[in-house]
């Protein structure tokens, strides 16, 4: 039972313009969403969280949009750079049965073209 | 200052071998997050320890198991592998225990079981 999902798995940009990433999630119990970025052959880096109290917040070119109602959570980078060409993994935490949890999408690889 | 370090980069065990995995964290991060990567399953979240005490777990068998010791740094254990346990291990550091402190990912072991 994949409880986030990325059903997008790559995205084709070209520089300059909007990238949109999406994530759902299925679990309303997840109060605390992130995202990370990662190239090959290195390990995933922090991008962006939101909690659930709030529905966007913003750093930079990255905001994240959050609607819990939909269930739904996106990535917006604006303008796109050849340099965000990387994978994108959204993750949903939440605290069950007292112990943290948290669960990660499957992935969207992001190609920004020139 | 330093990332966070993962050795060895690289190990190849063979079926019902055991294997330990060893993460250095950022200097003065107390908390070490253990993932697994694999294509199939994506990234999924295997334990975190914070000041020596294991504060959360996820959803993996008793074989994958682990400790921190007084300095932070972290050891990963899975015993009796599998084939399934191929994959890309990855750790990382952060401040405080949660995930609302920033993660700081090492670059991760390839394990390859036979």
């Known amino acids: 039972d994949q409880q986030v999902k990325q059903n997008s798995p790559s995205l084709s940009v070209q520089e300059g313009r909007i990238s949109i990433l999406n994530c759902d999630y299925t679990?309303?119990?997840?109060?605390?969403f992130l995202w990370y970025k990662k190239y090959p052959a290195e390990g995933p880096t922090f991008l962006i969280s939101?909690?659930?109290?709030?529905d966007k917040n913003e750093d930079g070119r990255f905001t994240v949009f959050l609607n819990k109602s939909a269930k739904h959570l996106s990535l917006h980078i604006v303008p796109s750079q050849p340099g965000d060409s990387a994978v994108y993994f959204c993750a949903a935490s939440a605290i069950i049965q007292g112990a943290q949890k948290l669960v990660f999408g499957q992935g969207t690889r992001l190609t920004i073209n020139p | 200052k330093a990332g966070v370090t993962q050795t060895p980069r690289y190990l190849i065990k063979t079926r019902g071998q055991q294997v330990t995995l060893s993460c250095s964290p950022i200097s003065g991060h107390r908390s070490v997050s253990w993932y697994q990567q694999t294509p199939g399953q994506g990234l999924q979240f295997l334990f975190e320890?914070?000041?020596?005490?294991?504060?959360n777990k996820g959803n993996f068998p008793g074989r994958f198991s682990g400790r921190q010791f007084s300095n932070s740094r972290s050891e990963m254990n899975v015993s009796t592998l599998e084939l399934g346990d191929s994959a890309l291990y990855l750790c990382a550091s952060s401040v405080g225990s949660g995930w609302r402190n920033e993660q700081f990912f090492g670059p991760g072991t390839r394990l390859t079981v036979l």
């Open positions: 679990n309303s119990m997840f109060d605390y």
């Open positions: 939101i909690s659930s109290i709030k």
């Open positions: 320890y914070f000041s020596e005490t294991q504060r």
